[in-house]
């Protein structure tokens, strides 16, 4: 099946810092990528949904100049989460479409960041 | 707004065990039902879907059937393996408007040999 790998898979920086995460579809191209972000047994939530070489759209709530995403090509999305503070930490997981059904999305394993 | 509302877990039963995660949910008009698994170090894989009312869906053993009237989409597998053990999500999509993945909270199963 398809692949989506996210590097790094985790992440500790300071407190005013930027972390960027990289998504990546392996074997295929990536029309549409999706971020999303779980804390502790809470669900994954939709921070926004990207599609390659225009805007981000963002889900309402989600600071667009605090988490920068970047899809410039078919198979790399980038989230800058940028002067990143401790209530920034979670676990961000990308996922990758190529087309079709709103369903059939391929995920990443999931980015774990510590902001101390 | 749509939402998913799953069993709290872990969950921990030994193998061959009967297995049930429950999950409800609210939304508008009928949604696509689904449950995602996530093994350890893996990202989220579509394990099994239904996209209408009294639809079973089904694969590697694990069963769930759309029930209207109760709104449930309950998970459940007659005789797990310890391979099973993993994170399971349920999740919908509305028809209606965005068609945007809504996700219960997770659920970790762990079955012992």
């Known amino acids: 099946g398809a692949v989506v790998s996210q590097h790094p898979s985790w992440v500790i920086c300071k407190s005013g810092t930027s972390v960027k995460i990289e998504c990546r579809s392996l074997d295929f191209q990536a029309t549409t990528m999706f971020w999303y972000r779980q804390f502790p047994k809470q669900s994954l939530m939709l921070m926004a949904t990207s599609n390659e070489g225009s805007k981000a759209t963002y889900e309402q709530g989600v600071e667009k100049d605090k988490f920068l995403i970047n899809h410039a090509s078919l198979t790399l999305s980038t989230l800058t989460v940028t002067s990143a503070h401790p209530e920034d930490s979670s676990f961000y997981i990308c996922s990758a479409r190529a087309g079709g059904e709103a369903e059939t999305q391929y995920f990443g394993p999931g980015t774990r960041l510590l902001v101390l | 707004g749509n939402s998913v509302t799953q069993m709290e877990g872990p969950v921990t039963l030994s193998e061959e065990a009967f297995l049930t995660i429950n999950c409800t949910y609210t939304a508008t008009g009928y949604p696509s039902l689904f449950w995602y698994v996530q093994y350890p170090g893996e990202g989220l894989q579509l394990l099994l879907k239904?996209?209408?009312?009294?639809d079973k869906g089904s694969n590697k053993g694990f069963e769930a059937t759309y029930r209207k009237e109760t709104t449930s989409f309950h998970l459940e597998k007659g005789s797990v393996q310890v391979s099973d053990s993993a994170v399971y999500f349920c999740a919908l999509i509305s028809i209606q408007g965005a068609q945007k993945l809504v996700f219960g909270q997770g659920t970790r199963l762990t079955i012992n040999p």
């Open positions: 239904a996209t209408k009312a009294d």
